[in-house]
């Protein structure tokens, strides 16, 4: 209770001190420097004693008025800024001070060097000395058409240790789908597998990193063309070393039932700000388009047909089928089941289980 006590009382007093603060702030910088600059002003030409401005006529003191609030209007709004630059300042620090922990960290590990862990156990003790992790102690081993993790701990760059020791293996022409709640680290296990992320442990096989292609739910899309967005990151240029000319990537769209916006948005050359033109659905087809067109030996499809219907989704997996794309898919549809041969359920409390999957059986609610 006396926690939550000083919790509320903190919400209530810290917005009303940054409030009024600005309140303050803005208030001194926008208008009592100026009061004070013409007030400076006008009492110099209101004093009866001042013997140089009794000589003027009404010109000359116009003239010298102007000239003279002008200076001190400029001045004020000096002293303006100068009272707000404290606020800049403290902004300007904490940009700073991130921007230098990031360069820390990622000269760390680049060294293998990186100890900022900071998760304990139960006894107090840290848990990434209590399993003698090190960042790049691992082995990386580059194969073509296997994945392959050997005793391989599943850990953040922050120290989380995730699961002690991950251990499967996958060759081309089996897909797995990967589940688990919120957490549990599906997104850590494909950061680790695309070398995002050092090894702390084990060894991992795995394919060259050309080889392997990852199509998020909410995929990027490109400035430029329509081509520009399913060859990228490839450009023009790389299209035409590998032989393919716009009616492949037309065929592309047939195969995610897409080639409506051809017509739709003027062709391959045109541009648009893709972001907004395209919906949700369709952006996660062209990502998929952009699949067939690199054509890797191994693809993470991290929920990336959740805004496609299920008729369109069972002909993209089968396409990937056909082109031999081996598939790791992270989704809780249950209609996906069938497109997978192996299962890796994460538990989220450092357990997980690699099996084969049994079209008998509900896997999907175990």
Not at 141 to 151: L, M, P, R
Not at 230 to 237: E, H, S
Not at 238 to 266: N, P, S, Y
Not at 339 to 346: A, C, G, I, V
Request: contains cysteine.
């Amino acid at each position: 209770m006396w926690v939550y006590k000083k919790f509320h009382r903190q919400c209530i007093v810290l917005p009303f001190f940054r409030f009024t603060l600005g309140f303050v702030d803005n208030i001194l910088g926008k208008y009592i420097t100026n009061i004070v600059g013409w007030f400076a002003c006008a009492k110099t030409f209101f004093d009866v004693n001042n013997e140089k401005f009794n000589e003027m006529d009404r010109n000359e003191l116009m003239q010298e008025l102007y000239n003279n609030g002008r200076m001190m209007l400029k001045l004020s709004e000096a002293l303006g800024r100068l009272a707000l630059a404290g606020r800049d300042m403290t902004r300007l620090s904490g940009f700073t001070t991130r921007v230098d922990t990031l360069m820390n960290v990622l000269n760390d590990m680049k060294l293998g060097n990186f100890e900022k862990a900071q998760v304990t156990d139960e006894n107090g003790n840290d848990e990434m000395q209590r399993l003698a992790l090190k960042a790049g102690a691992g082995t990386l081993v580059a194969q073509d058409n296997i994945i392959k993790f050997e005793d391989v701990p599943l850990v953040t760059p922050n120290g989380d240790v995730l699961i002690e020791s991950l251990s499967f293996e996958v060759r081309s022409g089996r897909n797995v789908l990967v589940c688990g709640p919120n957490g549990c680290g599906k997104s850590s296990l494909f950061r680790t597998l695309g070398e995002l992320w050092p090894l702390f442990g084990g060894t991992l096989t795995k394919p060259a990193k050309g080889k392997l292609f990852y199509v998020p739910q909410r995929p990027y899309m490109t400035l430029g063309t329509l081509r520009d967005q399913v060859i990228y990151p490839d450009t023009a240029y790389d299209m035409a070393k590998k032989g393919l000319i716009d009616q492949d990537l037309e065929k592309m769209l047939e195969h995610v039932q897409l080639t409506h916006i051809l017509g739709r948005e003027g062709g391959w050359s045109a541009v648009q700000d893709w972001m907004d033109v395209l919906s949700g659905g369709e952006k996660q087809r062209i990502a998929m388009a952009r699949l067939f067109y690199h054509k890797p030996q191994f693809a993470i499809l991290d929920e990336c047909t959740s805004a496609v219907s299920v008729d369109v989704e069972g002909a993209m997996y089968r396409m990937c089928r056909e082109m031999n794309i081996t598939l790791f898919t992270v989704s809780h549809r249950k209609s996906l089941w069938k497109y997978h041969e192996y299962s890796l359920h994460m538990d989220g409390r450092g357990s997980y289980r690699f099996e084969q999957i049994d079209e008998q059986s509900d896997h999907f609610g175990s």
